[in-house]
């Protein structure tokens, strides 16, 4: 059997898909270092959710960003050709739009700024919305900064409209639940 720990990181480095060694503060290792906390706060939310619609959702977009922090941990390009379930695609950022557009119709018009939280579900997506802010500018600071293999446009666009939809989402969450919002 395997074993978990490896060792090859005590030092403070870690490898990256071309098997290049890098520091473990390295701007790329903490992007998608920012989209596996993102994923890790979508699975909180997904073990919450009651609608079976929104929690499917929630893993699909799992997997996918599975394939953004593949990407994102491939200086050289390499899985591109290798693994094409690790693209990210205009078709992905597009089923986004479209699931937001499907989740607004069921909403309130948004009059106001909505201070985050609500229900277990609605309060979860919120946090997911930030986190995935705050990876989005981690990538967008990985293009800024030239970084060898920068992370395609598509990326940071899949990042932007995910967070849109996360906040659409957790207006859903809690409007579904009967949880009003509250109002700034």
Known sequence: MAKIYTKTG??????????????????????????????????????????????????????????????????????????????????????????????????????????????PTGAWLHMARTVCRRAERRVVGLREGSVEGSPEPVIVRYLNRLSDLLFVMARAANHRQGVPETEW
């Open 10 to 119: 005590d030092t403070g480095d870690t490898s990256l898909f071309d098997k290049s060694r890098v520091s473990k503060a390295d701007p790329r290792v903490a992007a998608y270092g920012e989209v596996d906390e993102l994923n890790a706060v979508l699975g909180a939310a997904g073990a919450t959710c009651v609608d079976a619609d929104l929690r499917e959702a929630l893993e699909a977009i799992q997997r996918q960003l599975f394939a953004v922090g593949a990407r994102l941990a491939d200086p050289s390009a390499r899985i591109a050709e290798r693994v094409t379930k690790a693209g990210v695609r205009e078709e992905d950022v597009e089923r986004l739009e479209q699931l937001i557009d499907r989740l607004e119709m069921e909403l309130p018009p948004l009059r106001r700024f909505i201070l985050p939280g609500g229900g």
